[in-house]
């Protein structure tokens, strides 16, 4: 992944492709685009409550859920 963030019970991984996955206590979920319009996602970073932000290669930020 082009990067990954935990926070708690909550995990995010992203990657250079837009797509991002998520963890919520058991299992990963399918990866998803949640940055069509970007250049790829370079970071993400989680908050508590589940909540993350990713960064993609234009400097746009998305939100991962």
């Given at each position: 992944p082009a990067g990954r963030a935990r926070?708690?019970?909550?995990?995010?991984?992203?990657?250079?492709?837009g797509r991002a996955l998520t963890w919520?206590?058991?299992?990963w979920?399918?990866?998803?685009?949640?940055?069509a319009n970007g250049g790829g996602l370079?970071?993400?970073?989680?908050?508590?409550?589940?909540y993350c932000v990713a960064t993609d290669y234009n400097g746009q930020t998305v939100a991962v859920r």
């Open positions: 926070h708690g019970g909550t995990c995010a991984a992203v990657d250079a492709d919520h206590g058991g299992s979920s399918a990866p998803r685009l949640v940055d370079t970071a993400v970073s989680c908050a508590p409550g589940g």
